[in-house]
């Protein structure tokens, strides 16, 4: 039986490069939880900074939508995060199984992971690595955003006007150009970053793929936005214009989380009925 701090672990529910996340049950209480820490063999300064990171700005965070966490220890000098228990796909996983799948979820997924976002900006802080593996999809298609390790304030007005030289964080199929042009990182890249989303969790596919990454990093920079109805038909067509107008290239042209917001609240049904017999 192995215990962390007041924990018991029960089960490996994902591994990831420097993490691991297990179920794990605090005996005391009963109560059970998703235990988040560091692998011991590939554990350094910055993975433990990031899990620190995300930790402080989480418990600062109260949304249905954002999950939720509890507490923060280290043992044997290895850092470890106690969040929610939440065992479910994620939004890519259900991806992978096709639209047909979850079309009966879409509406309130994509309201949920927009409200989300949402609530961050109206925070002050930019996610950095909004993705469809980075919402997690409840049978009801209820939604919670997780992975805050890259998380951090919106740039001030003085790192607007002078912008320091940062390593390029994100994953490469969801990141907006400006973080590619090492621009200043605000609200709009997660605009950005969940239009990829959007748009995938719809067609299927993200917008801009490559032959490698310097190609499709190249794509985010020059390509324009493709219309997610050319790849979902049956998609509403003001939905499909929000969704590529979160794309834009230029920031300053996509819309804030709150007009993305707004907006679908006056678009009834996301996606058009399936024709008759299909």
Known sequence: MQVIGPYRLLSLISTGKATQIWEVIRDS????????KLQESNAGRTDAALLKNEYQVLRKLEH????RVFDFGTHRETPYMVLELFRVPSMKQ??????????????????????????????????????????????????K???????????????????????????????????????????????YSLGCTLYELVAGRT????????????????????????ACRRLEPEF????QQMLAK?????????????R??????????APSGA
């Open 29 to 36: 209480t009963g109560q059970r939880y998703a235990l988040k």
């Open 250 to 262: 230029d920031p300053q042209k996509r819309p804030t989380m709150a007009e993305v917001q707004r």
């Open 264 to 273: 679908l609240e006056t678009i009834p049904k996301l996606l058009r009925p």
């Open 240 to 243: 499909a214009r929000l969704i």
């Open 64 to 67: 249905p939508n954002v999950i």
């Open 94 to 143: 259900l991806v992978r199984q096709g639209l047909e799948t979850y079309e009966d979820r879409l509406e309130r997924m994509v309201r949920e992971a927009v409200g989300a976002v949402a609530y961050l900006a109206e925070q002050g802080l930019v996610h950095q690595d909004i993705k469809p593996d980075n919402f997690l999809i409840g049978p009801e298609g209820e939604v």
């Open 207 to 230: 917008p801009f793929t490559g032959a490698s990454v310097n190609e499709l990093l190249n794509r985010h920079l020059k390509q324009s936005p493709p219309n997610p109805q050319t």
């Open 145 to 191: 955003l997780i992975d805050f390790a890259l998380a951090r304030p919106r740039a001030g007005a003085l790192e607007r006007l002078l912008p320091r030289k940062r390593n390029i964080q994100g994953t490469p199929s969801y990141i907006a150009p400006e973080q590619l042009r090492n621009r200043p990182v605000d609200l709009p890249a997660d605009v």
